[in-house]
């Protein structure tokens, strides 16, 4: 079955470590995105990238990194320098171009304290 | 930069009602993306509208794109509990590179 494979589920880390959440996709698709999700504040886009060793900020980049070496990966981590880590984490991808439907994975909740 | 408005935030109704959500974008649309999600999970694609006055149906659920291409309304018929959830509008951005979301509707379906 072609999807996008996030892990882990749950992730529980102290404050001031760096952390790296996982997302692959079997869809052949270029381009694969991160949001972030809190209650009551929709889906919240952190970075996303359109073509393998590219990768573009969205609205809330500060604290976050990203790598895209390869077209079925596109990992994220959680830097010590974002000061509110604690969210859902959704990974999606789509073809390139637009009016096409992004699809997601099921997530990562991060839990820091 | 664009934003979407959703409206209401939450809902409750009874089984066997009908009901509405609304998605008001800030910009022309130029693809409005409704998803269904259940708390805890990932997003699950339900329909997506391009033109101007496009009306699509999924089983019960039908969704609706204005003329001007600003608004879109999520009408389900006759509610049932495994329509409850969350319902979220997105659309392209400017750059047609990412999309971004309204806030959600939170849907309740009481039996």
């Known amino acids: 079955d072609g999807g996008i494979t996030q892990s882990p589920k749950y992730l529980f880390r102290k404050e001031g470590q760096n952390v790296t959440l996982s997302c692959e996709q079997n869809l052949n698709h270029d381009a694969m995105y991160w949001y972030r999700q809190d209650p009551g504040q929709g889906l919240r886009l952190i970075y996303y990238?359109?073509?393998?060793?590219?990768?573009q900020k969205g609205d809330i980049a500060e604290g976050y990194s990203v790598s895209r070496e390869k077209k079925e990966s596109f990992p994220l981590t959680v830097t010590s320098a974002q000061k509110n880590p604690t969210a859902f984490y959704l990974c999606a991808s789509r073809t390139r171009g637009t009016t096409v439907e992004q699809y997601f994975g099921p997530g990562t909740r991060l839990t820091v304290t | 930069s664009q934003e979407l408005e959703q409206s209401p935030q939450s809902l409750i109704v009874q089984e066997g009602k009908n009901l509405t959500i609304n998605c008001t974008s800030s910009?022309?649309?130029?693809?409005l993306y409704w998803y269904k999600q259940k708390y805890g999970e990932g997003l699950i694609f339900l329909m997506m509208?391009?033109?101007?006055?496009e009306e699509k149906s999924h089983e019960k659920i039908t969704a609706k794109l204005d003329e001007k291409k600003q608004q879109s309304s999520l009408h389900i018929t006759a509610s049932q509990p495994s329509h409850a959830g969350i319902y979220l509008c997105g659309a392209d951005n400017q750059a047609g590179t990412a999309l971004i979301f309204g806030k959600g509707t939170t849907l309740s379906v009481s039996s």
């Open positions: 990238s359109q073509i393998v060793n590219d990768f």
């Open positions: 509208l391009q033109k101007g006055g």
């Open positions: 910009k022309t649309l130029y693809g």
